[in-house]
């Protein structure tokens, strides 16, 4: 295997995979989303495009591919027309630091199923998933219109306070692993045989409620609900530029439900492994596993949304500040006297 | 591998882009950006230092510098906005007596 | 050799970034460019393998200076633009300092080598920062800490809005 193509040509096909790994998800969640939402809501939802209603995204596609795209006079060119790239950026740069599986060996080569790998990947993933304020702040300011402008406010302070439970629970998780690589934490879950999600259950809801809010979905979506706020941040974008804000947001989900799995799931390891009966789910190889439990937890997001209302907005912020960050405080505070006392 | 030369070099210039942006402009929120850039140049000497003598106190300081940054950021920005509830201008020029 | 591309492309880029941020008009024209310059240059701090810090740039100052920048902009609404009244002489003089300076600098570094690296115990990774953070250093980051607890308090204080009743 010549430097060039293990250097260069891998890394390629690595990024290539990356970038369309979520959009494949982003597919799916499209679909998922619309038919459970009405299913669970009692009606039928897209039915009509294909088998049950599979290639209903493709005609979202087309249709959002030949809408107009109109942009107001007043509105900063640059500025709004960067904004959807900055959003779709921030949500796909992550993605490569998620790792995907245990390494496969190809004769003498072994194909590591991330991109990057670093000790310290998770505090990267948390930062470039804070870098997604950008384009929302960036699009809100530049459509110069109230709705969108009051819209974006609310979406980054809302993200910015959620970024601190988030932190703090991604904190414990690192603690009990020693380690902020998520190829170790998901070794050390293999090697203690418990996942992190049953040693420590509340750090998983309060970092649940926090990853919902931060990707601005339901029951917190208030800077984008549409009986409140028109659209939000993203009222003023049509055609493909809409798309582009819809996608991200898919992405995003995608990212923290890859997250969630990797930190307090076991990643890519199958469940039971201490029960000889079930030991044919070994056979099974770990990148079905991740994709099981990611879609678990997409259809966890979708399901959220069907059943709860929204929050209103101070509500949401007091909830952050009054009761998840002191949480996770003395959640942390818990885990370390455990740990120490160990 | 890299040159530790090319590492000064380059966070020199970004330093001295930062400091003719603090010199040149008079826009008081985009001096202090040119402000970030100044810290942003010596934070990259200092990485670059930290590998090239092979040791982590260059990105202990680094971190200690963005710490300072943040700060520095936090508190001027509150001035900014007192001084501007009560001038109504950010020029700079006009920021040239103590009364009031 | 792959890491010396890596670093020349995110060097450059930060340079261009930079160069923009000081010459917009617009405040958050610049502020975008500054977002741009912040990103570069942890991607150059990824180049020479200090993640850890280049992780942090992007968390603190990406995700929080730029956005406290873009806050400022956008609630003393910023859409003035201060002329810029400076003729072109004082100009050329505030830039050719910092120039010359910049140049002073880098003939110094050009002749006067630089010591190669002591292959010493101490490696540059993220452990031994670690290590070093909570033995050596111990008092600064406890004092970063109070710091950043000062600021906030201090922060809040100096920029609220002024009550009818407030003691001062």
Redesign the interface.
């Known amino acids: 295997m010549t430097p060039f193509v293990a250097?260069v040509l891998i890394p390629v096909g690595k990024i290539v995979a990356v970038i369309l790994y979520p959009m494949i998800m982003v597919v799916v969640m499209i679909w998922l989303e619309r038919r459970v939402v009405a299913l669970m809501q009692g009606r039928l939802g897209p039915n009509r495009v294909g088998f049950q209603g599979v290639l209903q995204p493709v005609a979202d596609a087309v249709k959002l591919f030949f809408k107009e795209d109109i942009m107001q006079r007043q509105a900063?060119a640059?500025?709004f027309n960067?904004s959807p790239v900055l959003v779709m950026f921030s949500s796909l740069l992550a993605f490569c630091f998620v790792p995907l599986g245990e390494p496969i060996r190809i004769g003498t080569y072994t194909l590591t199923l991330w991109i990057a790998e670093?000790?310290?990947g998770l505090?990267?993933i948390?930062?470039?998933s804070?870098?997604s304020?950008?384009g929302v702040?960036?699009g809100g300011?530049?459509s110069n219109s109230k709705y969108p402008?009051m819209g974006a406010?609310r979406s980054?302070v809302q993200v910015?306070s959620y970024?601190i439970p988030t932190g703090l629970t991604v904190l414990t998780v690192a603690f009990v692993a020693r380690s902020?690589d998520l190829v170790e934490i998901v070794r050390r879950q293999e090697a203690s045989g418990t996942w992190y999600g049953f040693l420590m259950p509340v750090s998983f809801i309060v970092f649940w409620i926090s990853a919902v809010a931060e990707t601005n979905r339901a029951p917190f979506d208030l800077p984008e609900a549409e009986s409140e706020l028109v659209a939000g941040y993203h009222t003023e974008y049509s055609g493909m530029k809409f798309a582009f804000f819809y996608m991200a947001e898919y992405a995003h989900m995608v990212l923290v439900s890859s997250l969630v799995v990797i930190l307090f799931f076991g990643g890519w390891l199958p469940p039971f492994p201490s029960v000889k009966a079930l030991a044919f789910l070994h056979a099974v190889p770990g990148f079905v596993w991740y994709l099981v439990k990611i879609m678990f937890f997409l259809y966890l997001y979708v399901w959220i949304r069907a059943t709860l209302p929204r929050y209103r907005f101070d509500a949401l912020i007091r909830l952050v500040w009054k009761w998840l960050i002191p949480l996770a405080l003395v959640n942390f505070l818990v885990v370390a006297l455990v740990r120490v006392l160990r | 591998m890299i040159p530790i030369e090319a590492v000064i070099g380059f966070g020199l210039i970004i330093f001295t882009i930062g400091l003719a942006g603090v010199l040149v402009r008079k826009n008081l929120v985009i001096m202090l950006m040119s402000l970030e850039l100044l810290l942003n140049g010596v934070n990259i000497i200092l990485a670059g230092l930290g590998r090239h003598l092979n040791s982590p106190r260059g990105s202990i300081f680094a971190l200690f510098v963005i710490i300072n940054a943040v700060s520095e950021a936090a508190v001027g920005f509150a001035l900014v906005l007192a001084y501007f509830r009560h001038r109504k201008s950010y020029d700079t020029d006009s920021l040239n007596d103590l009364k009031g | 050799m792959?890491t010396l591309a890596v670093f020349i492309f995110f060097a450059v880029l930060a340079v261009v970034a930079a160069l923009l941020v000081v010459v917009q008009k617009?405040a958050?024209?610049s502020v975008?460019y500054l977002?741009f310059t912040v990103?570069a240059t942890a991607g150059v701090f990824f180049a020479l393998q200090a993640?850890?810090l280049?992780?942090?740039?992007?968390?603190v100052y990406?995700?929080g200076i730029?956005?406290l920048y873009?806050?400022v902009i956008?609630i003393v609404n910023l859409k003035e633009i201060v002329p810029e009244r400076r003729g072109l002489v004082p100009k050329l003089f505030l830039v050719g300092v910092p120039v010359l300076l910049c140049a002073e600098v880098v003939t110094l570094v050009m002749r006067t080598g630089f010591p190669s690296a002591p292959s010493g115990p101490e490696g540059s990774?993220?452990?031994e920062m670690a290590e070093m953070l909570f033995a050596s250093y111990l008092l600064p980051f406890e004092a970063a800490s109070i710091l950043l607890l000062a600021v906030l308090i201090g922060a809040i204080v100096v920029a609220r809005r002024r009550h009818i009743d407030d003691p001062d």
Request: zero cysteines; charged letters at 10%.
């Open positions: 250097d900063d640059f500025l960067i670093s000790p310290v505090l990267i948390l930062g470039l804070s870098i304020v950008f702040i960036f300011w530049a402008l406010l980054v910015l970024e902020m | 792959i617009n958050m024209h975008l977002a990103l993640e850890y280049g992780a942090i740039q992007i968390l990406g995700g730029v956005v873009i806050f956008i990774g993220f452990r």
